[in-house]
């Protein structure tokens, strides 16, 4: 035990290895409703070298390591399931590189997307890269690792989708890079390679990420949050094709929720419209709410519910607040546009179960290909009743969104699970083979995706 | 079930029908206007129904002191045509549901300041000139106990105000303050207008807070350093429901040094902050709100206004901005008098 603690000492220094109860205790835990497991280790590495060789001592040693970016995916992805060392990413966050001309940028996996996002405005104010919803603490790395999506979702993707280099360190220590940096031409394509795409969406348990590439788009000087309200949630859907059809947005959303009572079985779509000119923007909205969107508005049924509102980088949820004690978790899935109806009525039911007030949101991904669909369940975190109500509405979540042909976004353990059953069993030796492959110890946050 | 107390005979009778022949948004000539009011007061369907851009003008442009625009909104409600979309109407129903605890009732003594919805504009409100002024509705989280519900005038929704108002009377009067001073002149109207126009009992006075400044100021006096600005008001749809008040506005210009800017969108020619417009079902109601604005906007800045100065909390959201891109300061009332004092804003 200590000989792994100096060990770390030695490769990271004294002030950034811990084996103190203390400051594990803050690593047992993170935000959701998952109950603490305790790593007996932290180190927080400067260099992709002193990863490496925390991971050489991992295996080593035979000791599970889980990477942790900001370590706020609520779903206890990045919680020490059997122990060991947690690798802390947040000082491996350098930016390496941007080329404007190309609309790319490199940096270390730690550096959180409040610190891009500062530093494009600062430096390279007419770039900007698909921020997540997520505090600003959020790392690129984490986020990649369970495949997010940000606000520029709708026009381009998921952040997985942007990706144009991956440097790794396999679970066996070796560097490993992915796209064209791979054969030394810079990091501004992952294609035309051939595919290994082994590390995303696996939760860091097949490798740990160091440096990624990712792209960059047009940051347009005059930026509005629009929006437009429904009743009734069955007009979602179509509202949202025929936005994408038109194709002149960035981030579309669509909310409800129970409180504030403003929201209440109502759904708000934001649009997010960006321009350079007062002309284009008025364009823009013209296109949107006189064209589109004007035979609800004459008929109706839908309304627009603000204009030209600021519009904050990160938007952030203030759901947590709604119930006293500050606590929330949300499940995440991918389903097509279609079902936002669906989701929402059944969601709202489980909410109703549990006496949480119902909180539910889609983002459209991509030209309305799908749809990050969650729902958010408050709980007061000095109240084991009220954790208690929402763990079980998370994994009736769960299982819904599989009854619903969806597929669980970021799913914690439980979820993981009842994806993995439901599986084709070739794709499920496959990610065993795999993940044997690339971590013969077993070492790499162990419990995630596990293949039994 | 609270009535209108509207006098039929005397506004078929009118010799003006100022209500809409004045009207800034409907073109009507004198011999229309009588036959849609008339169509109004005998609760038929009329164009003015469906077109009313709910800028509450028509009340004070009345000869005859009737409310005109309180029965369009009656009408509008009880034949089911409100301006707004549905989803519209049910979300701002909703906006109005307390859902924070209780209030709590201080009592106070004398005179307060009642902020109604308006509790995150606390730093409107410092220094001198509020000094000792108890203050009702301080806290966001309960602040929907005390919103005076007058909004929905612009929802086509009088049943709504009319099922609300009392309990937000009692929460007001449970304060037992003698004099209730209104930092919006929404509430103002409510309280002096509205209500006595729907029978529906006020215990408390209520002072405007443009009087209360102008008092205040005459206090301050000395201290006062004439601004030199030059200045537009936004005058806003509920200051059409207590017209006597709107004569300090200047009052209070001139006390502070300020000049007030010549320009056609003024006083009883006011321009609505397009802000009720924007969501409005009638076709081209968006565009319509843009080149409303831009009037306002244009004729503000050809009058060479270098401060736009708001009463409305809901004014200075739509207009704050736009102003502001073009080159026009905008500025509460309140903040506009600490700046005559010396004092500083935040
Ligand atoms: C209020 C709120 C809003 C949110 N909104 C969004 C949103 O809009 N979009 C979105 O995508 N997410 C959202 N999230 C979820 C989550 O916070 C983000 O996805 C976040 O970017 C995850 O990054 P992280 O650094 O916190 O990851 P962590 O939680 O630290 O890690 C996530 C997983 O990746 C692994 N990992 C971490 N770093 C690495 C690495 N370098 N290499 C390999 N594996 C690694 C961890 O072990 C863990 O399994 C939200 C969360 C909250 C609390």
Same mark, same amino acid.
């Given at each position: 035990?200590?000989?792994?603690?100096?060990?770390?000492?030695?490769?990271?220094?004294?002030?950034?290895?811990?084996?103190?109860?203390?400051?594990?205790?803050?690593?047992?835990?993170?935000?959701?409703?998952?109950?603490?497991?305790?790593?007996?280790?932290?180190?927080?590495?400067?260099?992709?070298?002193?990863?490496?060789?925390?991971?050489?001592?991992?295996?080593?040693?035979?000791?599970?390591?889980?990477?942790?970016?900001?370590?706020?995916?609520?779903?206890?992805?990045?919680?020490?399931?059997?122990?060991?060392?947690?690798?802390?990413?947040?000082?491996?966050?350098?930016?390496?590189?941007?080329?404007?001309?190309?609309?790319?940028?490199?940096?270390?996996?730690?550096?959180?997307?409040?610190?891009?996002?500062?530093?494009?405005?600062?430096?390279?104010?007419?770039?900007?890269?698909?921020?997540?919803?997520?505090?600003?603490?959020?790392?690129?790395?984490?986020?990649?690792?369970?495949?997010?999506?940000?606000?520029?979702?709708?026009?381009?993707?998921?952040?997985?989708?942007?990706?144009?280099?991956?440097?790794?360190?396999?679970?066996?220590?070796?560097?490993?890079?992915?796209?064209?940096?791979?054969?030394?031409?810079?990091?501004?394509?992952?294609?035309? *390679?051939?595919? +290994? $795409? =082994?590390?995303?969406?696996?939760?860091?348990?097949?490798?740990? /990420?160091?440096?990624?590439?990712? @792209? !960059?788009?047009?940051?347009?000087?005059?930026?509005?949050?629009?929006?437009?309200?429904?009743?009734?949630?069955?007009?979602?859907?179509?509202?949202?094709?025929? *936005?994408?059809? +038109? $194709? =002149?947005?960035?981030?579309?959303?669509?909310?409800?929720?129970? /409180?504030?009572?403003?929201?209440? @079985? !109502?759904?708000?779509?934001?649009?997010?419209?960006?321009?350079?000119?007062?002309?284009?923007?008025?364009?823009?909205?013209?296109?949107?709410?006189?064209?589109? *969107?004007?035979?609800?508005?004459?008929?109706?049924?839908?309304?627009?519910?603000?204009?030209?509102?600021?519009?904050?980088?990160?938007?952030?949820?203030?759901?947590?607040?709604?119930?006293?004690?500050?606590?929330?978790?949300?499940?995440?899935?991918?389903?097509?546009?279609?079902?936002?109806?669906?989701?929402?009525?059944?969601?709202?039911?489980?909410?109703?179960?549990?006496?949480?007030?119902?909180?539910?949101?889609?983002?459209?991904?991509?030209?309305?290909?799908?749809?990050?669909?969650?729902?958010?369940?408050?709980?007061?975190?000095?109240?084991?009743?009220?954790?208690?109500?929402?763990?079980?509405?998370?994994?009736?979540?769960?299982?819904?969104?599989?009854?619903?042909?969806?597929?669980?976004?970021?799913?914690?353990?439980?979820?993981?699970?009842?994806?993995?059953?439901?599986?084709?069993?070739?794709?499920?030796?496959?990610?065993?083979?795999?993940?044997?492959?690339?971590?013969?110890?077993?070492?790499?946050?162990?419990?995630?995706?596990?293949?039994? | 079930?609270?009535?209108?107390?509207?006098?039929?005979?005397?506004?078929?009778?009118?010799?003006?029908?100022?209500?809409?022949?004045?009207?800034?948004?409907?073109?009507?000539?004198?011999?229309?206007?009588?036959?849609?009011?008339?169509?109004?007061?005998?609760?038929?369907?009329?164009?003015?129904?469906?077109?009313?851009?709910?800028?509450?003008?028509?009340?004070?442009?009345?000869?005859?002191?009737?409310?005109?625009?309180?029965?369009?909104?009656?009408?509008?409600?009880?034949?089911?045509?409100?301006?707004?979309?549905?989803?519209?109407?049910?979300?701002?129903?909703?906006?109005?549901?307390?859902?924070?605890?209780?209030?709590?009732?201080?009592?106070?003594?004398?005179?307060?300041?009642?902020?109604?919805?308006?509790?995150?504009?606390?730093?409107?409100?410092?220094?001198?000139?509020?000094?000792?002024?108890?203050?009702?509705?301080?806290?966001?989280?309960?602040?929907?106990?005390?919103?005076?519900?007058?909004?929905?005038?612009?929802?086509?929704?009088?049943?709504?105000?009319?099922?609300?108002?009392?309990?937000?009377?009692?929460?007001?009067?449970?304060?037992?303050?003698?004099?209730?001073?209104?930092?919006?002149?929404?509430?103002?109207?409510?309280?002096?207008?509205?209500?006595?126009?729907?029978?529906?009992?006020?215990?408390?006075?209520?002072?405007?807070?443009?009087?209360?400044?102008?008092?205040?100021?005459?206090?301050?006096?000395?201290?006062?350093?004439?601004?030199?600005?030059?200045?537009?008001?936004?005058?806003?749809?509920?200051?059409?429901?207590?017209?006597?008040?709107?004569?300090?506005?200047?009052?209070?210009?001139?006390?502070?040094?300020?000049?007030?800017?010549?320009?056609?969108?003024?006083?009883?020619?006011?321009?609505?902050?397009?802000?009720?417009?924007?969501?409005?079902?009638?076709?081209?109601?968006?565009?319509?709100?843009?080149?409303?604005?831009?009037?306002?906007?244009?004729?503000?800045?050809?009058?060479?206004?270098?401060?736009?100065?708001?009463?409305?909390?809901?004014?200075?959201?739509?207009?704050?901005?736009?102003?502001?891109?073009?080159?026009?300061?905008?500025?509460?009332?309140?903040?506009?008098?600490?700046?005559?004092?010396?004092?500083?804003?935040?």
């Amino acid at each position: 035990m200590e000989s792994i603690y100096q060990a770390l000492v030695e490769i990271v220094g004294e002030d950034y290895a811990s084996n103190r109860h203390e400051e594990l205790f803050t690593y047992s835990k993170d935000l959701g409703t998952s109950p603490p497991q305790w790593p007996e280790y932290v180190a927080a590495p400067k260099t992709v070298e002193e990863v490496q060789k925390i991971v050489y001592l991992a295996n080593k040693e035979k000791v599970a390591i889980v990477p942790l970016g900001g370590g706020l995916t609520l779903a206890g992805l990045a919680l020490p399931l059997k122990g060991g060392i947690i690798i802390d990413m947040k000082r491996l966050d350098k930016i390496i590189e941007v080329n404007e001309a190309a609309r790319y940028m490199v940096v270390e996996a730690g550096a959180s997307h409040g610190k891009v996002t500062a530093y494009l405005h600062k430096h390279h104010p007419t770039l900007m890269h698909s921020e997540p919803g997520a505090p600003a603490a959020a790392t690129i790395g984490g986020n990649m690792a369970i495949h997010g999506q940000g606000d520029l979702a709708h026009p381009y993707g998921f952040n997985t989708d942007m990706i144009n280099g991956l440097e790794v360190i396999l679970p066996t220590g070796e560097i490993a890079r992915f796209g064209s940096c791979a054969v030394g031409s810079g990091w501004y394509t992952m294609h035309p *390679l051939p595919d +290994l $795409g =082994l590390f995303l969406g696996w939760n860091g348990s097949t490798g740990i /990420i160091t440096k990624i590439s990712f @792209r !960059l788009y047009p940051y347009k000087k005059i930026r509005d949050n629009d929006a437009f309200t429904v009743s009734d949630e069955n007009l979602v859907p179509e509202i949202l094709h025929e *936005l994408t059809h +038109l $194709g =002149l947005t960035e981030d579309l959303i669509a909310t409800s929720s129970e /409180i504030p009572p403003v929201m209440n @079985r !109502l759904h708000h779509i934001s649009i997010m419209i960006a321009g350079d000119y007062e002309e284009e923007m008025e364009f823009k909205r013209h296109m949107i709410f006189d064209l589109t *969107l004007g035979k609800y508005i004459r008929s109706g049924v839908g309304g627009i519910g603000g204009i030209a509102a600021e519009r904050l980088r990160p938007q952030i949820s203030k759901s947590a607040d709604w119930k006293k004690g500050g606590g929330f978790e949300y499940v995440g899935s991918i389903v097509p546009v279609a079902a936002y109806p669906e989701c929402y009525r059944r969601g709202s039911e489980i909410s109703a179960r549990h006496d949480i007030p119902y909180t539910v949101l889609g983002r459209v991904i991509g030209c309305c290909h799908a749809m990050m669909f969650s729902w958010s369940y408050a709980f007061n975190r000095a109240d084991a009743e009220t954790v208690r109500h929402a763990r079980e509405a998370l994994h009736e979540t769960d299982v819904m969104v599989m009854e619903l042909n969806g597929t669980i976004w970021k799913p914690a353990v439980f979820g993981q699970k009842l994806m993995m059953d439901r599986m084709d069993q070739t794709t499920l030796q496959l990610m065993k083979k795999v993940k044997d492959l690339l971590d013969p110890n077993g070492i790499m946050n162990p419990g995630n995706w596990e293949v039994q | 079930m609270y009535k209108l107390t509207f006098n039929e005979d005397l506004c078929l009778a009118c010799g003006t029908q100022d209500c809409l022949v004045r009207c800034q948004h409907m073109d009507i000539d004198q011999k229309t206007a009588r036959i849609e009011m008339e169509k109004i007061i005998n609760g038929e369907d009329s164009f003015v129904l469906h077109d009313c851009a709910t800028c509450y003008a028509c009340e004070e442009y009345c000869p005859h002191g009737n409310h005109p625009f309180y029965l369009i909104v009656q009408r509008q409600d009880e034949l089911g045509m409100p301006p707004l979309p549905e989803p519209l109407i049910k979300r701002g129903i909703q906006t109005g549901i307390p859902f924070r605890g209780e209030p709590e009732i201080d009592e106070i003594k004398g005179t307060a300041l009642n902020m109604c919805v308006f509790s995150n504009l606390m730093d409107r409100v410092q220094g001198r000139l509020f000094e000792g002024l108890p203050i009702i509705s301080h806290d966001s989280r309960k602040m929907f106990h005390y919103f005076c519900q007058l909004m929905y005038l612009h929802y086509g929704k009088t049943s709504v105000i009319n099922e609300r108002l009392d309990k937000i009377i009692q929460t007001l009067a449970a304060h037992k303050a003698k004099e209730i001073i209104h930092f919006h002149d929404e509430c103002y109207g409510t309280y002096t207008s509205y209500a006595p126009a729907f029978g529906i009992e006020v215990p408390f006075k209520s002072i405007h807070l443009f009087e209360y400044l102008y008092n205040r100021l005459l206090e301050l006096k000395n201290e006062i350093k004439p601004l030199n600005y030059k200045v537009a008001y936004q005058r806003p749809c509920s200051s059409r429901l207590s017209p006597p008040m709107h004569q300090y506005v200047a009052k209070i210009f001139d006390l502070i040094g300020v000049e007030n800017v010549k320009r056609e969108y003024v006083d009883e020619n006011a321009m609505c902050c397009g802000g009720t417009i924007l969501g409005q079902k009638k076709e081209g109601s968006r565009q319509y709100c843009a080149e409303v604005q831009k009037k306002n906007i244009d004729d503000m800045k050809n009058a060479g206004a270098e401060i736009c100065v708001f009463n409305c909390p809901a004014c200075i959201t739509t207009l704050g901005k736009p102003v502001q891109k073009e080159g026009i300061w905008p500025l509460f009332m309140s903040d506009l008098c600490r700046l005559a004092i010396g004092e500083k804003i935040g």
